[in-house]
Each structure stands twice: as C-alpha cells, then as structure tokens.
C-alpha cells in the first residue's frame, strides 16, 4: 500500500462522483426519500415506526451504497480505465482503499443526512445517543460499498452488477431479524443468519432503540460490521482483474 497513490485515487473518484449528479442524488438524497416515504406510511402508528425506522436507517443506505459502487468499479473495467491504472505502479489494494476512501466520505454525508433527518423531521425516537446510531449508520454504508466492491469482480457487465443485489442483499434482508425476530426462524435460517452482516447492523440499530448505553452485545455487532467491510475489501483486492473478460 501506498498512501500518495491511495489518496490520490480517492481524489479522482471524489472529482468523477461531483461531476455526476446523478449518482451524488442517488447516494445522497434516495436514502432520506425513502425513509420520509416509510414514516408517512406508518402516519397512524408512530410507535411501529421508531421500531423499524432505525434498522432501515441502517439498511438503505448500505442498499445504495452496495448499488452504486458495484457499478462504479464495473465501469472502471469495462471501459478499459482498471487496465491502464494497473499498469502504472498503483497497487490493487491502493485502488480499492482509494475507492474505500472516497465513498466512505460519501456514507459520511449520506449517514449526517439520513441521521438528522430521521432524528428531527421525521421524528424517531431511539434510548441510545444519538451519535451511536450515526456511527452504525456509517458502519452500514461502509459495508455496502465494501461488498458492491466485492462482487464487481464477478459481474461482466453493469447489468450482471445489479443482479447480484438480490442475489447478495435480498437473502440478508430477509434473514437479518426485520421482518420476524431471528430466535423465532427455523433453526438452519437461524445459524445462517448468524454469519450473515446485516443481521448484525440491524441487531446494533434495533438495540439502540431499547437500550440507553453502549453493552457487549452492541460492541460486538460494531466489530462484525467492521470486520466484514475490511474482509470484503481483502478478497475485493485479492480478486481484482485487470480486464472484465
């Protein structure tokens, strides 16, 4: 790793993402829109949404996040840009931190928006401090880039990139405790829910909602988040390929 080259990938993905408003509205805006959206579905009963609210808080912005830097790294390949660099003396894990870098300052953003937005207009009252559920949000976002990050390396076209959402994230959805509590599931979606990240983003986001402090269990749920966005950015570096086909 280099951190001159590192830095200086992260400046060029920043430069490319403000020249494109398109997907600046995409990170940034899609996520607040969507959780004002599901706040006014519940208008008549606030209490069902401080119970979800903070776990989707969580869950769209890593939806976009995975969304948006899948395609973008995709993009790097197919149009030839991941050949050349990697014929200069970047390093492939100095491109990935570059793009870790510069699209975790946008889930930075994206979390400050989403957060205050969820916290002021729309109401959502959690018992932890509020500063948590920012850095879980943040975690959140980090990992849905690492993993979009991941799974460019095994799509040939942008089309094949958008697949794998529900391939990678649908399953997780439907596992990670929102829709029915993970104790109560059949014992084999139980443990592969247990490995699965964003049960635990969602379990930290749920227990915020309940609990006023920081308890092992919320420790432990920030340590899995971190620890599976630094392993999808691994073996995205691992995988890295110069060329798409």
Same mark, same amino acid.
């Given at each position: 790793?280099?951190?001159?080259?590192?830095?200086?990938?992260?400046?060029?993905?920043?430069?490319?993402?403000?020249?494109?408003?398109?997907?600046?509205?995409?990170?940034?805006?899609?996520?607040?829109?969507?959780?004002?959206?599901?706040?006014?579905?519940?208008?008549?009963?606030?209490?069902?949404?401080?119970?979800?609210?903070?776990?989707?808080?969580?869950?769209?912005?890593?939806?976009?996040?995975?969304?948006?830097?899948?395609?973008?790294?995709?993009?790097?390949?197919?149009?030839?840009?991941?050949?050349?660099?990697?014929?200069?003396?970047?390093?492939?894990?100095?491109? =990935? @931190?570059?793009?870790? !870098? *510069?699209?975790? /300052?946008? #889930?930075?953003?994206? +979390?400050?928006?989403?957060? %205050?937005? &969820? $916290?002021?207009?729309?109401?959502?009252?959690?018992?932890?401090?509020?500063?948590?559920?920012?850095?879980?949000?943040?975690?959140?976002?980090?990992?849905?880039?690492?993993?979009?990050?991941?799974?460019?390396?095994?799509?040939?076209?942008?089309?094949?990139?958008?697949?794998?959402?529900?391939?990678?994230?649908?399953?997780?959805?439907?596992?990670?405790?929102?829709?029915?509590?993970?104790?109560?599931?059949?014992?084999?979606?139980?443990?592969?829910?247990?490995?699965?990240?964003?049960?635990?983003?969602?379990?930290?986001?749920?227990?915020?909602?309940?609990?006023?402090?920081?308890?092992? =269990? @919320?420790?432990?749920? !920030? *340590?899995?988040? /971190?620890? #599976?966005?630094?392993? +999808?950015?691994?073996?995205? %570096?691992? &995988? $890295?390929?110069?060329?798409?086909?």
């Amino acid at each position: 790793m280099n951190t001159t080259r590192t830095l200086a990938t992260a400046r060029r993905v920043l430069a490319q993402l403000r020249h494109d408003p398109r997907t600046i509205a995409m990170l940034l805006v899609v996520p607040c829109v969507l959780l004002a959206l599901l706040r006014y579905m519940f208008d008549q009963q606030p209490q069902l949404f401080d119970r979800v609210g903070a776990a989707l808080l969580g869950i769209f912005p890593l939806l976009v996040m995975f969304l948006v830097t899948s395609v973008a790294m995709l993009r790097e390949r197919t149009t030839g840009t991941l050949e050349r660099l990697l014929t200069m003396p970047l390093g492939r894990l100095d491109l =990935l @931190l570059g793009y870790a !870098l *510069a699209f975790g /300052a946008v #889930a930075l953003v994206q +979390a400050v928006l989403a957060s %205050a937005l &969820t $916290l002021g207009l729309l109401g959502l009252k959690v018992a932890g401090p509020a500063w948590l559920l920012f850095a879980v949000a943040v975690g959140d976002g980090l990992l849905g880039m690492a993993l979009g990050l991941l799974v460019s390396a095994f799509a040939a076209t942008e089309f094949q990139a958008v697949q794998f959402l529900p391939a990678v994230i649908l399953p997780q959805l439907l596992l990670c405790g929102l829709f029915v509590p993970r104790a109560n599931m059949a014992a084999v979606l139980r443990w592969i829910s247990d490995v699965l990240p964003l049960s635990y983003a969602v379990d930290a986001m749920s227990r915020l909602t309940v609990a006023t402090g920081v308890d092992a =269990l @919320l420790v432990r749920d !920030l *340590a899995v988040i /971190a620890g #599976a966005a630094l392993l +999808a950015l691994a073996l995205g %570096a691992a &995988t $890295l390929r110069r060329r798409t086909a």
